[in-house]
């Protein structure tokens, strides 16, 4: 098949092909790289030869072939269509942009099909490349919503048909008529504005996150504030308790009564007192903790895991003044890891949970430990993409929880479990 696809010239479109297929494996992240590049080189192959008999008719049918392909690998159907889609959108964009001179007639070198084909795929690989830098920037920091993608599968959808229409008639029209040359300026303007408008929108979705984050923020320091406020009632109402409690030992005394006061004390006195070891001192060491926007999240999941029943306590040993991170993404993060703690704990009888902050080798290591159920999913089942066991599109998944957080370039996430409990550990990198 090779040896037909050379003597017949068509090298050239065997490797624009490839070049597609290539690109939609860099937009799709497929784990399986042995598996999907063979099975992309026979499709390929397949493609370059029927390109001989359906010209320009088989662009349609690379399209289904990438879109089918996709989704065998990464099993979203969405995705496979947007991958596919964005990969022959820009291969149209980038062969017109390559084309100009050619249309222009500006001589015999630039006429040359190896010359056009070199700069187009070039093109085609920068544009790509630089596309999936910026976007991956700002999605590891935007949870993107599957009807957003579902959105833009069908926009590239669309926008691929439309392209693959100008592309029939200017060849049945001629392909250097005044047609032609409108096709190709409405290609590539169409192109650019697309681009425009979709860096536009992934910039608008950074914006929205960061003020929903600020918002949660500010959110997390009312509730720490609101915590503050219910200590301080609580600390009123102990001493009103702790006066009575005085009176009560009082008049046992004065009666001389030391039976009573024995069976008071112990009923009543060292009762409280227990409870009180058992939970507010178990927090005392959040006072170590000067950082108030991440205090303010500890402090409130940590109380309301004490109220759900659970054995809780933190451990700060040192101060720490400061952290080096991103402060949302940090707040965030660890909010996400003690909801879902939380979350396990509770339904586990006698469940608990542990936080502890300290340094280690120019690191603020933060752990989060908690029980959970032994029937909980093996870790590598947690990590995959889109996986919450909360149920599908519902809540942070341990993949999502990873990306945030490697997102910040001095961050690192690491998961363990072990026999009935689950650990995470958050390692931040300072500066020496």
């Given at each position: 098949?090779?040896?037909?696809?050379?003597?017949?010239?068509?090298?050239?479109v065997?490797?624009?092909?490839?070049?597609?297929?290539?690109?939609?494996?860099?937009?799709?992240?497929i784990?399986?790289?042995?598996?999907?590049?063979?099975?992309?080189?026979?499709?390929?192959?397949?493609?370059?030869?029927?390109?001989?008999?359906?010209?320009?008719?088989?662009?349609?049918?690379?399209?289904?072939?990438?879109?089918?392909?996709?989704?065998?690998?990464?099993?979203?159907?969405?995705?496979?269509?947007?991958?596919?889609?964005?990969?022959?959108?820009?291969?149209?964009?980038?062969?017109?942009?390559?084309?100009?001179?050619?249309?222009?007639?500006?001589?015999?070198?630039?006429?040359?099909?190896?010359?056009?084909?070199?700069?187009?795929?070039?093109?085609?690989?920068?544009?790509?490349?630089?596309?999936?830098?910026?976007?991956?920037?700002?999605?590891?920091?935007?949870?993107?919503?599957?009807?957003?993608?579902?959105?833009?599968?069908?926009?590239?959808?669309?926008?691929f048909?439309?392209?693959?229409?100008?592309?029939?008639?200017?060849?049945?029209?001629?392909?250097?008529?005044?047609?032609?040359?409108?096709?190709?300026?409405?290609?590539?303007?169409?192109?650019?504005?697309?681009m425009?408008?979709?860096?536009?929108?992934?910039?608008s979705?950074?914006?929205?996150?960061?003020?929903?984050e600020k918002q949660?923020?500010?959110?997390?320091?009312?509730?720490?504030?609101?915590q503050?406020?219910?200590?301080?009632?609580?600390?009123?109402?102990?001493?009103?308790?702790?006066?009575?409690?005085?009176?009560?030992?009082?008049?046992?005394?004065?009666?001389?009564?030391?039976?009573k006061?024995?069976?008071?004390?112990?009923?009543?006195?060292?009762?409280?007192?227990?409870?009180?070891?058992?939970?507010?001192?178990?927090?005392?060491?959040?006072g170590?903790?000067k950082?108030?926007?991440?205090?303010?999240?500890?402090?409130?999941?940590l109380?309301?895991?004490?109220?759900?029943?659970?054995?809780?306590?933190?451990?700060?040993?040192?101060?720490?003044?400061?952290?080096?991170?991103?402060?949302i993404?940090?707040?965030?993060a660890?909010?996400?890891?003690?909801d879902?703690?939380?979350?396990?704990?509770?339904?586990?009888?006698?469940g608990?949970?542990?936080?502890?902050?300290?340094?280690?080798?120019?690191?603020?290591?933060?752990v989060?430990?908690?029980?959970?159920?032994?029937?909980?999913?093996?870790l590598?089942?947690?990590?995959?993409?889109?996986?919450s066991?909360?149920?599908?599109?519902?809540?942070?998944?341990?993949?999502?929880?990873?990306?945030m957080?490697?997102?910040?370039?001095?961050?690192?996430?690491?998961?363990?479990?072990?026999?009935?409990?689950?650990?995470?550990?958050?390692?931040?990198?300072e500066?020496?």
């Amino acid at each position: 098949m090779l040896e037909y696809i050379l003597n017949n010239g068509l090298y050239y479109v065997f490797v624009q092909n490839s070049s597609v297929f290539l690109v939609v494996y860099l937009f799709s992240g497929i784990k399986e790289k042995k598996s999907y590049f063979i099975s992309s080189f026979f499709s390929v192959i397949m493609l370059t030869i029927l390109y001989a008999h359906l010209n320009v008719w088989s662009l349609g049918l690379i399209w289904l072939t990438a879109v089918i392909l996709d989704f065998i690998y990464i099993k979203k159907i969405h995705r496979a269509i947007l991958f596919a889609s964005l990969a022959n959108i820009l291969y149209i964009f980038a062969n017109y942009v390559a084309g100009i001179p050619l249309s222009w007639g500006t001589g015999p070198f630039i006429s040359s099909v190896e010359v056009l084909v070199a700069v187009g795929i070039s093109i085609y690989l920068i544009i790509v490349l630089l596309l999936k830098k910026i976007t991956t920037i700002v999605i590891k920091k935007v949870q993107v919503s599957e009807r957003l993608v579902w959105m833009t599968a069908i926009l590239s959808t669309i926008t691929f048909i439309s392209y693959f229409i100008i592309i029939i008639i200017e060849r049945f029209g001629g392909e250097y008529s005044a047609m032609g040359k409108a096709n190709e300026f409405f290609i590539i303007g169409y192109g650019l504005l697309s681009m425009l408008v979709f860096l536009a929108l992934l910039y608008s979705l950074q914006k929205e996150y960061t003020a929903k984050e600020k918002q949660k923020e500010m959110t997390y320091l009312k509730d720490y504030t609101d915590q503050l406020e219910k200590n301080y009632t609580e600390m009123r109402r102990f001493k009103h308790d702790y006066q009575n409690i005085l009176l009560s030992i009082e008049d046992y005394i004065k009666e001389k009564d030391l039976i009573k006061l024995e069976e008071y004390f112990y009923s009543k006195i060292k009762t409280a007192s227990t409870a009180i070891e058992k939970n507010d001192f178990k927090l005392s060491q959040l006072g170590n903790l000067k950082v108030n926007e991440l205090k303010s999240v500890l402090a409130n999941k940590l109380s309301i895991s004490q109220e759900l029943g659970i054995d809780t306590e933190v451990e700060i040993s040192e101060r720490i003044e400061a952290i080096e991170a991103d402060s949302i993404v940090l707040v965030r993060a660890l909010g996400i890891i003690l909801d879902n703690a939380i979350e396990a704990a509770e339904q586990i009888d006698n469940g608990m949970i542990r936080v502890a902050f300290f340094r280690k080798l120019n690191k603020l290591v933060i752990v989060v430990v908690n029980s959970c159920s032994k029937e909980l999913p093996k870790l590598f089942e947690l990590k995959k993409e889109g996986f919450s066991t909360k149920g599908e599109n519902r809540g942070m998944g341990l993949s999502n929880l990873e990306q945030m957080v490697a997102s910040t370039g001095n961050m690192m996430l690491d998961t363990k479990i072990d026999h009935g409990v689950f650990t995470q550990m958050l390692s931040i990198d300072e500066k020496k």
